[in-house]
């Protein structure tokens, strides 16, 4: 049987759409014994064919020969779509299905998901000058309606302009710093900017999202935490170091599933909260204060290291990445799980535009990132990783599993 997985990739990459029920899923599902024939029925579907006839029939009409290869296919991929191809049965379908690099490109400039990739947003623009504003709006809305304010957050996105320059250098990280800087009217990112104050008591008994009441916010969390559980795929008693734990849900989950955790977080308070929930269960995880370039000097090796939505609050993601390595035994896992990964992105990686990580800037002064898919992949093959991704149902559940090159030597 395909995954849901896999039904999902198929539909993206050949229709240009998600299915659209989990009817549909479940029934590819059941039906196909693998992705060769799942394909097979999309490509002999009604609907492809009309998608495709117009970028198809120049070429048959001029009885052109094939010419598309692999390479010009993954090309295309990653200058339009700025993401690598699904899968090889994926690549497969696509050459089959298209003559020339033109048939192509004029389909993909046709999908859905291209279209989406020409804004960033379809939500209100604002501007620097307007963020007060925002701000202000937000604050009441906090006070007098808790929906409103849900909706507030997440109505706007700021507009930023890219920096032309190679998204690794010096000046793209001084560029990205002082836009923070402007975002958050700080001068400088202090780490300790990251701590939050809440009362301990009610936090330890009921931690976000818990306490918000929100059924979707909640039951997101739960499906999320069980999907990096679920495709991390580590052995009974592994080992594994979590950084920017938080809140602890992930933590708890982890210990509570009989692994060996070990937990860095920035905030003492949160530490401190999340050993109470550890030990009000009667569970075992050695928690500890500090920072992502603990990494750097730890001086122990785990089975795992694993981000869950925290890696973008990292200052020096590149530095961070290649501190790993010393941290994970041969055969390691290094796992980033709902990470902001936006390919509709303005520039390969930077501060966050969207409404709500541009409210966190200003008001508490954290430092929200994203990516591009197709900018952290490269970064992670260049220094010596291979990266499957796993997707999920909502945002939270996007999972990147990563291991070193170098351990199959």
Known sequence: MVTR?????AYLALLGREPESEEAVRSHCSTHGGVVTLISSILESQEYKLRHRAAIQPSVVADEPRTFTRD?????????????????????SQLVAHRTANDFEGVVRQSEEFQRLQLFSSKRKIQLQDIDKEIAL???LLAEDPDG???????????????????????????????????????TYEVSSEETDYDLESSVRRP?????GNAKMIGDMLMAVGHVIHVMDMKAGASILEFGFGWGNTTVQLAMAGYEVTGIDIAPNFVEMVRRRINALGLEAELAVGDFFNAENLGRKFDAVLFFECFHHCSDHVRLLKAIPRILKPGGKLVLAG????????????????????????KFGWLELSFRENYILDL????????EKHNFINAMGVTFIATRKDDGR
């Open 149 to 187: 304010y849900h909706d507030a957050l997440n109505d706007f996105w700021l507009e930023i302009q890219p920096f032309a320059v190679a998204p690794t250098s010096g000046a793209y990280m001084r560029w990205v710093m002082n836009t923070y800087s402007l975002i958050a009217n700080r001068e």
């Open 72 to 92: 010009q296919l993954i090309k295309i991929y990653r200058d339009l779509l700025r993401r690598k191809p699904e899968s090889e049965e994926i690549i497969a």
């Open 380 to 387: 992670l093959d260049d220094l010596g990783w291979n990266v």
């Open 5 to 9: 997985e896999e039904v999902v990739n």
């Open 138 to 140: 937000i604050d009441r």
């Open 208 to 212: 976000v999202p818990y306490q918000s």
């Open 339 to 362: 990470e902001t990964i936006n390919n509709a992105l303005p520039y390969p990686w930077g501060v966050n535009p969207d409404g709500q990580a541009i409210y966190c800037i200003r």
